[in-house]
């Protein structure tokens, strides 16, 4: 499911002239080999930071390759070669560098934070969407405007969502209470003293 989304994600960042995207590294204890690519994303980041989202976008493409079907016969040795082997027919990283930082104390200790911190926040599972700290209800289906309906209001009012995203009457509220769409196709009904807060809903 992330690599589902991460098309959308570098449509976006492309769109912002300000504002940063940041992966946060989570692999997750029941898909086997997601430790290790993690691991290797991190080696292939000493090398240096254009290798890592190489690394990243090459897994997205190529991880049915590594899921547990088709590497329930191998060992783990031979999973961290293939993996290290990937990277330099593909990427032209050493393969030597890739496969020594699966097992690099300092990298595994740096994955292991990473993970613990996604913990902290709640995450349960892959991809976890925060905005400014705040975690946000988004799907993996969300397209680029879905997505803008969430950001756009956050910078200066250049687009349809910053200029007049409060208020949307979808004829299912009441008046004198308003419908709020506070993520895309979800809506809730405000009263008078109520506002609209994107990714909320209704609050005073």
């Known amino acids: 499911r992330s690599s589902a989304a991460s098309d959308v994600y570098k449509r976006q960042v492309s769109t912002q002239s300000t504002g940063y995207f940041i992966l ?5 204890p029941y ?6 690519t993690a691991q290797a994303a991190l080696a292939a980041e000493t090398i240096n930071s254009t290798s890592f989202w190489q690394f990243v976008n090459l897994m997205f493409n190529t991880q049915t390759q590594f899921n547990e079907k088709n590497t329930q016969y191998q060992t783990e040795i031979e999973i961290k070669k293939n993996i ?3 990277a330099e027919a593909n990427l032209g ?3 030597q560098i890739i496969y020594a930082g699966m097992s690099n104390s300092d990298l595994d200790w740096s994955l292991r934070v990473d993970w613990k911190v996604g913990c902290s926040r ?3 599972g892959t991809p976890w969407f925060f905005v400014n700290g705040a975690f946000v209800m988004a799907s993996t289906t969300w397209t680029l405007d879905d997505w803008r309906f969430i950001l756009d209001p956050l910078y200066p009012p250049t687009s349809k ?8 009457n979808n004829g299912t509220c009441t008046l004198p209470d308003k419908s709020c769409e506070y993520l895309p196709g979800q809506f809730e009904c405000c009263t008078r003293s109520e506002s609209c807060i994107i990714n909320v809903g209704c609050r005073c």
């Open 93 to 95: 990283l050493n393969s």
């Open 122 to 124: 709640g995450t349960a």
């Open 31 to 36: 898909h086997r080999n997601a430790y290790l």
């Open 24 to 28: 946060h590294l989570f692999p997750l």
């Open 84 to 86: 290290a082997s990937l």
């Open 161 to 168: 969502y910053a200029q007049n995203h409060e208020f949307l």
